[in-house]
């Protein structure tokens, strides 16, 4: 079964306007940790944002925030004010088991996101 | 701040030669990971390493090595290299306190 699911393999907003990336994950871990990266096309792996299972708020950086719901298993990246820049392939991770596990990310397939002028 | 250096950044190999990619971590991480994409795919976990020692392991062929050196430096070798080997390789850091891991630009292997 897939640990990790990114439903949309590509999606289009306008610029300035927001945009989810839904993820939704699997695990039986009580302890675990949530990532999203952004590859744009020259190939680099840019962290983005990071959320721990035990984390009581949504995480957030700058324009990038974490809508973590639990219960459905969800963890979607929300992008507001979307700019031209924003246009690359988004990954979801999943890091089973608490920080000190320093075992391997596993990876959702990836969302293309375009932003339109 | 200091990034995960990765070198050489691009490499051009012959089928059955040799490659080593070299992954210098952020200062004060004690982790390091090695991943591979192919063309289209997503990262795939090869090997990681926590204080020098393999912590766990991937989808690694036999033909690969790696290890973490005393500066926390890891080098990856690949041996009699396939054309299937062509991908980007990333080296990834990061330290038990935050739980936050990072990559860097990758290496990417072209094998003709």
């Known amino acids: 079964a897939q640990k990790i699911t990114q439903t949309q393999p590509g999606m289009f907003v306008q610029e300035k306007e927001a945009v989810t990336l839904d993820c939704t994950y699997d695990?039986?871990?009580?302890?675990?940790?949530l990532f999203w990266y952004k590859q744009p096309s020259s190939g680099e792996m840019i962290f983005l944002i990071y959320q721990g299972s035990y984390d009581q708020q949504n995480a957030t950086e700058g324009r990038y925030s974490l809508n973590f719901q639990k219960a459905r298993k969800s963890a979607n990246l929300v992008i507001s004010a979307s700019q031209l820049g924003d246009s690359a392939m988004y990954f979801c991770?999943?890091?089973?088991?608490?920080?000190?596990?320093?075992?391997?990310?596993?990876f959702g397939q990836g969302t293309t996101l375009q932003v339109k002028p | 701040a200091a990034g995960v250096i990765q070198s050489p950044r691009h490499l051009i190999k012959e089928k059955r030669e040799t490659a080593t990619l070299k992954c210098y971590p952020i200062?004060?991480?004690?982790?390091v990971y090695w991943y591979q994409q192919g063309p289209g795919q997503d990262p795939q976990f090869l090997i990681s390493f926590y204080e020098k020692m393999q912590s766990d392991k991937g989808s690694i062929p036999d033909r690969f090595s790696a290890q973490q050196f005393s500066d926390y430096h890891s080098e990856l070798n690949m041996s009699s290299l396939e054309l299937g080997d062509s991908a980007l390789y990333f080296c990834?850091?990061?330290?038990?306190?935050?739980?936050?891991?990072?990559f860097g630009e990758g290496s990417r292997l072209t094998v003709l």
């Open positions: 991770a999943m890091r089973e088991g608490p920080p000190s596990n320093t075992g391997k990310l596993i």
């Open positions: 200062p004060r991480h004690d982790t």
């Open positions: 695990t039986s871990d009580p302890s675990y940790g």
């Open positions: 990834a850091s990061s330290t038990d306190s935050t739980g936050e891991l990072f």
